[in-house]
Nanobody
Framework: QVQLVESGGGLVQPGGSLRLSCAASGFTFTTYRMSWYRQAPGKERGELVATITIPDGSTNYADSVKGRYTISRDSAKNTVFLQMTGLKPEDRAVYYC?????????WGQGTQVTVSS
């Protein structure tokens, strides 16, 4: 089955950390990009948070998360991670995993991240 399954969201206090996971299955490309997007309450989904290119491993981050978030992958498990540290209330959102290659564009179901004391 072609799918992306996110996990790892939850409630965390400001300054805390979470690690999101995105398990991919059912597709294989020579080169593709895995990204995390987020949708804050009341806003359209669209903020690109982080991207990693498979297989070369190059990464890019939104300015709002640079230095706090790290995207990485476990090739053996076909899983991409988003390590989030120094979380702020404005990081609260539903985080979506995305896989893109040419016309292939696949989204996960999303995982909620709430940052609150």
């Amino acid at each position: 089955q072609v799918q992306l399954v996110e996990s790892g969201g939850g409630l965390v206090q400001p300054g805390g950390s979470l690690r999101l996971s995105c398990a991919a299955s059912g597709f294989t490309f020579t080169t593709y990009r895995m990204s995390w997007y987020r949708q804050a309450p009341g806003k359209e989904r669209g903020e690109l948070v982080a991207t990693i290119t498979i297989p070369d491993g190059s990464t890019n981050y939104a300015d709002s998360v640079k230095g706090r978030y790290t995207i990485s992958r476990d090739s053996a498990k076909n899983t991409v991670f988003l390590q989030m540290t120094g979380l702020k209330p404005e990081d609260r959102a539903v985080y979506y995993c995305n896989a893109k290659a040419n016309r292939f564009d696949l989204w996960g179901q999303g995982t909620q991240v709430t940052v609150s004391s």
